[in-house]
C-alpha cells in the first residue's frame, strides 16, 4: 500500500495550463500532465472539488511516462464558471465542456476516468456527443449517472452530508464530515490533517447553493445504456469500505447494461482510492488505456 506523504496542493512543474471557453461562454479550467505522444485520458474529479485534488497523484512517474492526462474543473467546481441558474447546468453544456476541454488539448479519443460524481459526466458524454468521442470508461469509486450514484449506490454518509449542507448551522460540520468520508478506510482511520484541509477548504469555497443544482440537475441514462451494450470498454475499481459509493451496486449496474466490463474490487479500502493506492491505481488506469481502451 502507498499512500501520499507531500501536502503541495500546486500543479506539477510540466502541467499545461488552459483556460477553456464553453459553447455558453463560460470558462473551465483545465491542465495537462504526461506525454502527449501516449495514450490520451480525461481525468474528472467529485462533487464540491476541483481537479487539484489529483495534483499529486497526476506526478505520479507511472501516469507522467505512460499518458497523457487531462484534468478540468467541472462546472460549478473549483476555478471554473459557477452558473447560477437551472439553465446552466443543462447536460448538453457539461458534454459540450468535455468537448471544449479535448478540442483546445488536440485529444484523440480520449478514455474518461471519473472518480466519484466525475464518473457521471459519461452520461452527459452519450447523449449528447458522437458515441465514437471515448475510448473506454474508467469508474473510479463511481457511477455510471445521477440516479445511481445518488440513488442505490449511495451509501449512508452521503445522504446525511447533503442533508447536513441544507442549513447554515449544520454546514460546516457536515463539509467536516464529508471530507472525512471521502479519506477514512480501516487502512487509514484517521485523515491527515493537510488533506482535510484541502478538501474542506475546495468544498467551502464553493457557493452552497451550487451544490443544490449539481445534484438536481437532469440526465438521460439511456444513451450511454446503449453505449456499454455497444461493447465500449469499462472498469470499475473500487474500494470495499467505501464511505460514500456502494461499489457492489455500481457492479450490479454495469453488469446489467455493460457488454464487457472488468470489475475490480480493492479490499478494505476507501473512497479516495488515488490517494489511498496510488501506485495500484495508478497502474490499473494504465493498463486500461493502454491496453484495453487504446482509439482504434
Given at each position: 500500500?502507498?499512500?501520499?506523504?507531500?501536502?503541495?496542493?500546486?500543479?506539477?512543474?510540466?502541467?499545461?495550463?488552459?483556460?477553456?471557453?464553453?459553447?455558453?461562454?463560460?470558462?473551465?479550467?483545465?491542465?495537462?500532465?504526461g506525454d502527449p505522444s501516449k495514450p490520451h485520458?480525461?481525468?474528472?474529479?467529485?462533487?464540491?472539488?476541483?481537479?487539484?485534488?489529483?495534483?499529486?497523484?497526476?506526478?505520479?512517474?507511472?501516469?507522467?511516462?505512460?499518458?497523457?492526462?487531462?484534468?478540468?474543473?467541472?462546472?460549478?467546481?473549483?476555478?471554473?464558471?459557477?452558473?447560477?441558474?437551472?439553465?446552466?447546468?443543462?447536460?448538453?453544456?457539461?458534454?459540450?465542456?468535455?468537448?471544449?476541454?479535448?478540442?483546445?488539448?488536440?485529444?484523440?479519443?480520449?478514455?474518461?476516468?471519473?472518480?466519484?460524481?466525475?464518473?457521471?459526466?459519461?452520461?452527459?458524454?452519450?447523449?449528447?456527443?458522437?458515441?465514437?468521442?471515448?475510448?473506454?470508461?474508467?469508474?473510479?469509486?463511481?457511477?455510471?449517472?445521477?440516479?445511481?450514484?445518488?440513488?442505490?449506490?449511495?451509501?449512508?454518509?452521503?445522504?446525511?452530508?447533503?442533508?447536513?449542507?441544507?442549513?447554515?448551522?449544520?454546514?460546516?460540520?457536515?463539509?467536516?464530515?464529508?471530507?472525512?468520508?471521502?479519506?477514512?478506510?480501516?487502512?487509514?482511520?484517521?485523515?491527515?490533517?493537510?488533506?482535510?484541509?484541502?478538501?474542506?477548504?475546495?468544498?467551502?469555497?464553493?457557493?452552497?447553493?451550487?451544490?443544490?443544482?449539481?445534484?438536481?440537475?437532469?440526465?438521460?441514462?439511456?444513451?450511454?445504456?446503449?453505449?456499454?451494450?455497444?461493447?465500449?470498454?469499462?472498469?470499475?475499481?473500487?474500494?470495499?469500505?467505501?464511505?460514500?459509493?456502494?461499489?457492489?451496486?455500481?457492479?450490479?449496474?454495469?453488469?446489467?447494461?455493460?457488454?464487457?466490463?472488468?470489475?475490480?474490487?480493492v479490499p478494505g479500502a476507501g473512497h479516495m482510492?488515488?490517494?489511498?493506492?496510488?501506485?495500484?491505481?495508478?497502474?490499473?488506469?494504465?493498463?486500461f488505456v493502454t491496453e484495453r481502451a487504446q482509439?482504434?
Open positions: 500500500m502507498g499512500s501520499s506523504s507531500s501536502n503541495s496542493t500546486r500543479p506539477p512543474p510540466t502541467a499545461d495550463v488552459k483556460i477553456v471557453r464553453s459553447s455558453d461562454g463560460e470558462h473551465i479550467y483545465a491542465e495537462a500532465t485520458a480525461v481525468l474528472l474529479h467529485g462533487l464540491a472539488l476541483s481537479g487539484a485534488v489529483f495534483d499529486e497523484f497526476c506526478a505520479t512517474p507511472k501516469l507522467l511516462e505512460n499518458l497523457y492526462i487531462v484534468r478540468y474543473d467541472i462546472r460549478g467546481h473549483g476555478r471554473s464558471g459557477m452558473p447560477m441558474s437551472p439553465e446552466g447546468h443543462a447536460s448538453k453544456l457539461y458534454a459540450d465542456d468535455f468537448k471544449a476541454v479535448v478540442d483546445a488539448f488536440e485529444l484523440r479519443k480520449p478514455t474518461l476516468i471519473g472518480w466519484s460524481m466525475g464518473g457521471i459526466i459519461s452520461a452527459d458524454i452519450a447523449a449528447h456527443l458522437p458515441a465514437d468521442t471515448l475510448s473506454g470508461i474508467f469508474y473510479l469509486s463511481s457511477a455510471p449517472h445521477k440516479n445511481v450514484i445518488l440513488g442505490p449506490a449511495a451509501a449512508p454518509a452521503l445522504g446525511a452530508a447533503i442533508q447536513g449542507c441544507s442549513s447554515p448551522s449544520t454546514l460546516l460540520g457536515a463539509l467536516v464530515d464529508f471530507a472525512d468520508a471521502c479519506i477514512s478506510s480501516p487502512t487509514h482511520p484517521t485523515s491527515p490533517y493537510h488533506l482535510r484541509c484541502q478538501l474542506v477548504g475546495a468544498m467551502a469555497l464553493q457557493p452552497n447553493d451550487m451544490r443544490g443544482l449539481i445534484l438536481t440537475r437532469e440526465q438521460d441514462s439511456a444513451p450511454l445504456e446503449k453505449l456499454l451494450a455497444g461493447g465500449i470498454p469499462v472498469l470499475v475499481m473500487y474500494g470495499t469500505e467505501d464511505k460514500l459509493t456502494q461499489g457492489g451496486v455500481v457492479e450490479d449496474e454495469i453488469r446489467k447494461h455493460a457488454k464487457e466490463a472488468e470489475l475490480l474490487a482510492l488515488f490517494w489511498e493506492k496510488p501506485t495500484l491505481v495508478a497502474s490499473t488506469v494504465v493498463r482509439p482504434s
